[in-house]
């Protein structure tokens, strides 16, 4: 039977009907969306899913795991300047003790563990002036931990040759010799061993912020305390230079991160031999980044090392005081010395971070310091760390408020009891004083919840 | 009725049937009709229905019923310890672009208001917002460089370099003659070791500003990275004839001169550039001009140091800014007294911070020093002793008080405050070198010599105290 003409105008009418009103409302809602008709409709049938992503922000259920207790000498007074703390059984007596430098009394100390969780303090060597880091290394190979103290002369800005490349040799009983491998020098930040030439002692890698004048050498060990310099850089503000096979092929390579106004980390390629070939492998264009550290560690947990840096350095202007692009980033090594940048999260005064799975779920955590935050405001906060998700997304938790200035941090399992714990250094080089610290020994009390 | 007559009435009943029928359908029809719409109506209302679920799925996050662009707008920050004026001025930025939002303004439109929304972020150091509406003001605007350009400055801002590449050069592109986009694109691509492509930027610097010291600082420098160090030199002794005031060039040409072995030369080099002071950034108009929208008066200060040198101009329009933003803050004068040319100025500055908050510790710390340089020494230590008292419990306030009780005298006081501020910085050498001066002062001889002597040990190159020691220490040092 043939169809009447109504029926024929009705199939029309809800033909278009069933077509040209979604067509209008989908059209309309990619025109609202300022997307186009067929990603709307991709999007719709599932095929497609971009919508805002809220960016990780501030845990509202902090997690205060952390128990903190002073360690080392009390205040006594002073406005500490602790510049670095390092984590070592120094005399291998199977307790973790920490070593640090003081630049308030110039000096190095030794915070020694006893049975029990007791800590005492003393001093080690002669008065070395702004002691700015110092790294635990049996560089002479006789069985006992020396260690290796980059002299700057000044904490504050200088322009004069006051650094000194210093050794306190261990006389294999805690009993510490002054041995000064280089003196007269733009102002020495780091010193790190290895075997770069492959000759079985132990070199040296030596950064040198100085002010408007730095360095980074590395001095090969001719036997005898003597050593033959090396030059591999000459700019300003290089602040570490961590060591580590950062192209897989078995010896040792050199980082460094060169602040001031370049705000660039270099990789010195190492044959093998010692011969060095040099790649600017990342640097900021912000000539206010401040750069404040790295260190060398498998962030992905990929077989290779990447470089953990944070930038909060703020010297440069009195009152010190935080930027906004102040925070942690990692350059995630893809290989024949190529790495790709990755912030992790802002924090203003960002000054030293350490990568380390603080909640043992088999991912790696990044803990960092404040040395230049808000410490006006009550809230403003010196310790942090941005927990992974195991996707490498991080999410930023506060830890603790005070003490105030934090500059240095370590990490170890200080107890034994499986735990990462945390040791951090205060300088105080600004008001308020009234939230100060030395050595803080952060306990870790991680529950699973 | 009749046969003819039924037939007629037959007919007459067939005419009126056909009739009726036809009224009746007449009739009908627009019931039909307004039947048939009804159903056409109920079915575009069931797939319009149908069709609103389906995008309910795909709605975007936000207030229901909102544009998507809203979704792109960030919402406004927390303003609690911000000035009234920005929340004000944030607030109706932010109300004026949803409008624009909502009522379907063009997308230039409402680019250009997302644009500015985002600079007012960035200048009161809400950089995650400000990058949020600066990446809507690019999306929507294709014809304005600034917007790229300040989403790129944003970006590497917190270190990012390579998703800053394209949006440089979508800059140059847009408006090639703006040199600092060059320079800062030339930048980033040596950073990311692209030497061919940031030497080409350079250059186009170059163009642009003829003798331009940063972009011939950037060429030395790629010479240098590839191992082209005559070049680097002939590149510097160029550079440093068109800008022989620009320290970074004599300090980079010591490293070259150092690399040939001219320990002299490189000696010389270094030496000029020491005289000339300290690296500074090349000015750049679209971003340095914003902070002059701060509402923020800890940033507006922190930036009038940061200026100074840079462009005094813009520092003293930042100062006079955050003063006249927060006229009654003391921290705006404590500044002003780091940057007057006159002690006199300076103590006036000082005088106006306390005056505004008589609890300020820094204020009267700075006061005290200052007052002691003037030999107003009553004064100072009453100053400073306050300022103690205040919290600026630091070495210089302790040592300041110990001088200013030295010079009059009360070397008992004096002795007490710099033994304090050797306590609180036992490494400072001049610390030292007061306590040695009033020891001296004391009479107490043999520990006076013992704090010269360590004044050396912590800086061997400390002249009054090498001086004060060969002559005996005869009780003619030199005043700290």
């Known amino acids: ?449 | 009725m009749g046969k003819a007559s039924k037939r007629r009435t037959h007919g007459g009943r067939q005419a009126e049937s056909a009739a009726t029928r036809f009224a009746r359908r007449d009739a009908r029809l627009p019931l039909r009709a307004v039947l048939i719409a009804l159903v056409l109506i109920g079915m575009a209302g069931a797939v319009a229905w149908f069709t609103s679920g389906l995008l309910m799925r795909v709605e975007p996050t936000g207030q229901p019923g909102e544009p998507a662009r809203f979704t792109k707008v960030p919402d406004l920050p927390d303003t609690v310890g911000s000035l009234p004026a920005f929340e004000r001025v944030v607030t109706e930025s932010d109300r004026l672009l949803r409008q624009a939002i909502r009522s379907g303004a063009s997308p230039d439109t409402i680019g250009e208001m997302a644009g500015r929304l985002g600079d007012l972020y960035q200048a009161n150091t809400h950089g995650g917002l400000a990058e949020a509406c600066y990446r809507l003001a690019t999306d929507l605007t294709t014809d304005n460089p600034r917007w790229p350009y300040l989403l790129a400055y944003r970006l590497q801002e917190r270190g990012e370099a390579e998703t800053v590449t394209p949006l440089l050069e979508r800059t140059v592109e847009l408006e090639p003659s703006y040199a600092p986009a060059w320079l800062k694109l030339a930048e980033n691509r040596f950073k990311q070791g692209e030497f061919d492509e940031a030497r080409a930027a350079y250059e186009r610097r170059l163009a642009l500003t003829a003798g331009d010291p940063w972009a011939l600082l950037g060429l030395a420098r790629l010479a240098i990275e590839v191992g082209e160090w005559s070049q680097a030199e002939s590149d510097l002794l160029g550079a440093i004839e068109a800008a022989p005031q620009f320290a970074a060039l004599h300090r980079l040409l010591a490293t070259v001169h150092e690399h040939y072995g001219q320990t002299d030369a490189g000696d010389a080099s270094r030496q000029r550039a020491n005289e000339l002071g300290r690296f500074y950034a090349a000015p750049d108009p679209w971003v340095d001009g914003l902070i002059a929208q701060s509402f923020d008066v800890d940033w507006l200060l922190l930036n009038v140091s940061r200026y100074a040198l840079l462009d005094p101009d813009l520092s003293r329009v930042l100062f006079d800014r955050a003063r006249s933003l927060a006229p009654e803050d003391p921290d705006v004068y404590v500044v002003l007294h780091e940057h007057v040319e006159t002690l006199e100025e300076a103590r006036r500055a000082l005088e106006t911070a306390i005056s505004l908050d008589n609890s300020h510790p820094m204020a009267h710390m700075r006061l005290g020093e200052l007052l002691y340089r003037q030999g107003e020494h009553d004064q100072a230590v009453e100053l400073l002793r306050r300022s103690i008292h205040l919290g600026a419990d630091t070495a210089d306030a302790h040592r300041y008080l110990g001088l200013a009780l030295t010079a009059l005298g009360r070397l008992d006081d004096a002795l007490a405050a710099l033994e304090q501020a050797v306590a609180r910085a036992p490494g400072d050498a001049d610390i030292h070198y007061s306590l040695a001066y009033a020891l001296q002062r004391a009479g107490r001889q043999p520990d006076s010599t013992r704090e010269l002597w360590r004044v050396l040990e912590l800086n061997p190159g400390h002249e009054l105290a090498a001086r004060a020691l060969a002559i005996g220490n005869s009780g003619k040092e030199r005043e700290p």
Not at chain 1, 282 to 297: E, K, M, P, Q, R
Not at chain 1, 360 to 385: I, K, M, Q, T
């Open chain 1, 1 to 449: 039977m043939a169809p009447s003409r109504f029926s024929l105008l009705f199939g029309l009418a809800a033909l278009a009907i069933i077509i040209l009103v979604p067509w209008f409302l989908v059209s309309r809602e990619a025109d609202r969306q300022g997307r186009s008709v067929s990603e709307l409709i991709s999007m719709i049938m599932g095929l497609r899913d971009d919508r805002a992503v809220s960016a990780p922000v501030d845990s509202r259920a902090d997690r205060r795991f952390l128990e903190r207790r002073p360690i080392g000498r009390s205040l006594e007074g002073s406005q500490p300047w602790i510049s670095h703390v390092s984590i070592v059984d120094l005399d291998q007596d199977g307790f973790t003790d920490v070593v640090l430098c003081d630049a308030t009394m110039n000096q190095v100390s030794w915070i020694r563990q006893e049975a029990g969780g007791s800590f005492t303090e003393r001093p080690l060597g002669d008065t070395i002036l702004a002691p700015a880091h110092v790294t635990p290394s049996d560089v002479d190979l006789d069985g006992d931990i020396d260690l290796l103290v980059a002299k700057m002369g000044a904490i504050l800005p200088n322009n004069d040759k006051i650094g000194s490349v210093v050794v306190l040799e261990n006389d294999g009983q805690e009993g510490f010799t002054t041995r000064i491998l280089l003196d007269d020098l733009a102002r020495v930040t780091d010193i790190e061993p290895g075997d770069f030439d492959g000759d079985g002692d132990i070199d040296l890698v030596v950064g040198q912020f100085g002010y408007d004048d730095g360095e980074i050498r590395w001095m090969e060990n001719l036997g005898g305390w003597n050593f033959e310099s090396h030059d591999l850089l000459a700019l300003s503000g290089t602040i570490h230079t961590p060591v580590g096979d950062l192209d897989g092929d078995g010896d040792l390579d050199i980082a460094a991160v060169v602040s001031q106004e370049w705000e660039e980390i270099y990789v010195f390629e190492n044959d093998g031999k010692g011969m060095f070939d040099r790649h600017l492998v990342y640097g900021a264009t912000n000539d206010d980044f401040g750069s404040s550290g790295i260190s060398l560690v498998d962030m992905d947990l990929d077989g290779d090392l990447d470089v953990l840096y944070s930038n909060g350095d703020a010297f440069d202007y009195i009152p010190p005081g935080p930027r906004p692009w102040h925070g942690v980033q990692w350059l995630e090594n893809d290989g024949d010395l190529g790495f790709t940048y990755h912030r992790i999260g802002d924090f203003p005064g960002a000054y030293f971070a350490n990568a380390v799975d603080g909640d043992l779920d088999g991912d790696v955590d990044v803990f960092v310091v404040s040395a230049f935050n808000d410490w006006d405001s009550p809230e403003a906060a010196s310790l942090a760390w941005f927990e992974n998700d195991g996707a490498m997304g991080f999410t930023r938790r506060i830890l603790a408020t005070e003490p105030t200035h934090l500059l240095a941090l370590a990490s170890a399992d200080m107890d034994g009891d499986g735990l990462v714990d945390l040791v951090t250094g205060a300088m105080h080089v600004s008001p308020p004083y009234d939230r100060m610290s030395r050595v803080t020994l952060w306990r870790n009390t991680w529950k699973d919840p």
